[in-house]
């Protein structure tokens, strides 16, 4: 028996207004190991990013809990919540909200370096980030710029290249590739895959695009009416898979 890392358990989410309540999730059961490539689907609506928040921490439940490492995420030691956010990392939809416009990329990118220790000084920070840059296929020199100044592909491609920086054992990607170009997207999915291939990275992928879940995704969970069902296998895709091998300069 795998060993319980992330996990949701029965949890349920209902939203409370004036004009009464609404369920948008019902007893939900989901089980997240690290190299783990999981498609989440569904209509939209229907509660995905709900159920995303939930998972990172961000949206308490009505009912259920969800565990990291057997800690509660809402309610653990500071120890365990310390790891579970370097471990559980996510990549935002919109890149042109998810930076913060007044500070470089460098600092973007090295923060996360520098708050859980994976760098100490300025030259190890700098070092890294230059690495990190190349390895999602932007110019190191990128480092000096600030996000008003770089395209929507490469402001993407700093929210991986930050999200990844802490060495996470799981990215969770909200429709990551919807505001992009499809040459974008198909050389952004080959990045990942590489990082998953190298580096036994974990993807829990929102997605309403088939095609890219047949990429990158080896399960694929469906949520419909609050309720999550899972299919037997990810359809895979038929066309070349992307390589991943270009450079955004």
């Not at 996360?112 to 190349?134: I, Q």
């Not at 929210?159 to 040459?183: H, I, M, Q, Y």
């Not at 050389?187 to 895959?193: A, E, K, S, T």
């Amino acid at each position: 028996m795998a060993r319980e890392w992330l996990v949701a358990d029965g949890v349920g989410v209902e939203l409370r207004s004036p004009a009464g309540s609404k369920r948008i999730l019902h007893d939900v059961h989901l089980s997240l190991q690290p190299g783990d490539a999981v498609a989440l689907v569904g209509p939209s609506g229907i509660g995905k990013t709900t159920l995303a928040r939930v998972l990172l921490g961000l949206v308490r439940p009505t009912s259920g809990d969800v565990r990291f490492l057997g800690c509660s995420v809402f309610c653990g030691s500071r120890a365990c919540a310390l790891e579970f956010r370097r471990s559980v990392q996510i990549v935002f939809q919109d890149p042109y909200l998810a930076l913060n416009p007044c500070h470089t990329v460098e600092r973007i990118v090295g923060e996360p370096l520098r708050l859980h220790g994976k760098a100490r000084t300025p030259e190890e920070v700098r070092w890294r980030v230059r690495r990190l840059l190349e390895d999602v296929g932007l110019d190191p020199s990128l480092s000096t710029r600030r996000p008003g100044e770089l395209s929507g592909g490469q402001r993407q491609r700093v929210n991986l290249a930050r999200a990844v920086s802490v060495e996470p054992g799981l990215l969770v990607l909200d429709e990551p590739f919807s505001a992009l170009d499809p040459v974008t997207t198909v050389d952004l999915v080959g990045w990942l895959r590489r990082l998953r291939e190298q580096k036994g990275l974990g993807l829990l992928l929102i997605t309403h695009d088939l095609q890219v879940v047949g990429w990158l995704a080896d399960r694929t969970v469906e949520l419909a009416r609050g309720v999550l069902v899972e299919r037997p296998e990810a359809p895979r895709s038929t066309s070349a898979r992307p390589s991943g091998k270009s450079r955004e300069q």
